[in-house]
């Protein structure tokens, strides 16, 4: 067993609180310089036996952990001053969590009496994201404490499920896929563990400036999410929430953008966040997507399969290129809008399979109903160019983006054909003389969503 301080031992440094730094530094927490009293630091031997705990610690715990200690076999961590007074029976999960039924984490405490809370790293629909310190491996982890509400527990369920499916296809940890630690119940709450990467992809996107990034990096970012989706392809499921927050940049990983495009790049960023996914012929949720990256056939209610996801990445690829998001719609009716300024009126043989198509459009000359975004601004079908917008980022760019934007998913590229794509390998391009990727691709009927 190793000696360690064991209560009010560890603080967190706030010169160091940052995910990036915190990746780079997978020693403990720096000692805590709080002043507690000598007999607090005493030396003891962790994992420490709960009964220990409670002979040698007891005024350190609360009244309702002095219970539930004894659940556990090894106690690594008590955690420190200032925690939640709970008490049993009382409303909003004994006092642990707020009025929406997330958990009121406290930093410093210890969650299962092993991990260290640290500072919040996300918020989402599902639940809230932590730094926080493994006391039993000596490791930072980012820690996902999911919702304490029975569709929110339901979906985490479903969330491990494709994690531990993922772990298990992809042992070398090579195919750019957030790796899961592990995952337990918590004061009624589901809770998950990962590997702690740096920043998201918008995060790095606004500390400069919006200004995109340059051709090798996008192109490194780029490889490392098509790997994730040719795997994703291949176990049959669906991401169904690409965008820049969720995919994470392993710690100062973008490449040098003086090196030649053919240059092997390495990988440079993983793909998080499968709380929305979903196996392609499994359960279907009601919410798919984030605005901005959400692809027609989520819109128009046409079903939905991995293609999706490649609407998504073309989506992410023209932002984290040009540092603005192509389609920034306020409201759904918006981004159809967008989207018909950019692709012009879908065909009518997408209309014909739209089960929400008579809500955007004329049910008899099939035209829409309004070409005005929600500033009054008129928005012509067509009237866009992608190569307009893209400027100068090259034609090989420009035909990997369009090939990803297409009203038809079946026509979509693949994840695989995107890979051999001359802007990815960096062969010279050849523009197309005309598109034959027509894939038959399974689709998923697609229930109510909200925008």
């Avoid at 030396?43 to 309702?64: N, Q």
């Avoid at 192109?219 to 795997?231: E, K, N, P, S, T």
């Avoid at 079946?410 to 003389?433: C, L, N, Q, S, Y």
Wanted: proline share 6%; charged share 25%; with cysteine.
């Amino acid at each position: 067993m190793k000696k360690l301080k064991f209560i009010f031992i560890y603080d967190i440094n706030r010169t160091e609180t940052t995910a990036t730094k915190m990746a780079h530094n997978p020693d403990k927490p720096a000692r805590d310089n709080s002043g507690c009293e000598d007999e607090d630091k005493e030396d003891v031997c962790v994992p420490m036996d709960p009964m220990d705990v409670l002979s040698r610690f007891r005024s350190k715990i609360t009244e309702f952990e002095k219970d539930e200690i004894l659940e556990y076999f090894n106690v690594y961590y008590i955690g420190q001053e200032g925690k939640v007074q709970a008490v049993k029976g009382a409303p909003k999960n004994n006092g642990f969590d707020d009025s929406t039924g997330r958990y009121i984490a406290i930093e410093n405490d210890h969650i299962a009496y092993r991990y260290q809370l640290a500072e919040a790293i996300g918020k989402g629909a599902f639940g809230d994201c932590y730094m926080a310190f493994d006391h039993k491996e000596g490791q930072w982890v980012a820690m996902k404490i999911i919702r304490n509400e029975p569709r929110f527990h339901q979906q985490g369920k479903s969330e491990v499920a494709i994690l531990e499916l993922l772990r298990e296809h992809d042992a070398d940890d090579k195919l750019s896929v957030v790796r899961m630690f592990d995952t337990f119940m918590f004061r009624s709450h589901l809770v998950i563990t990962f590997e702690l990467l740096g920043e998201n992809l918008y995060t790095v996107l606004r500390k400069g400036g919006f200004k995109g990034f340059g051709p090798n990096a996008t192109r490194a970012v780029g490889m490392d999410i098509l790997r994730c989706l040719m795997f994703l392809e291949a176990q049959g499921i669906v991401h169904a929430d690409l965008k820049p927050e969720n995919i994470i940049l392993r710690c100062d990983a973008l490449p040098v953008e003086n090196s030649g495009s053919n240059t092997p790049l390495p990988s440079v960023a993983k793909v998080i966040d499968f709380g929305s996914s979903c196996f392609r012929h499994g359960k279907i949720h009601t919410y798919i997507q984030s605005r901005y990256y959400r692809s027609p056939e989520i819109v128009l209610g046409m079903g939905y399969g991995p293609p999706a996801d490649m609407w998504s990445f073309g989506c992410i690829l023209f932002e984290i290129g040009c540092g603005y998001p192509l389609f920034p719609a306020k409201c759904e009716s918006d981004l159809l809008v967008q989207m018909m300024e950019l692709l012009g009126i879908p065909p009518l043989d997408v209309q014909v399979r739209s089960h929400q198509c008579g809500d955007f459009f004329n049910s008899s000359s099939g035209k829409p109903l309004t070409t005005t975004d929600s500033k009054g601004r008129i928005r012509p079908p067509g009237a866009r160019e992608l190569a307009d917008c893209l400027q100068d980022k090259g034609a090989a760019f420009t035909d990997i983006v369009s090939r990803c934007l297409t009203w038809n998913p079946h026509e979509r590229i693949t994840p695989g054909d995107a890979m051999k794509h001359p802007w990815i390998t960096g062969k010279e391009f050849v523009p197309p003389v005309q598109d034959s990727l027509f894939l038959d691709v399974p689709m998923l009927p697609v229930r109510s969503h909200t925008a």
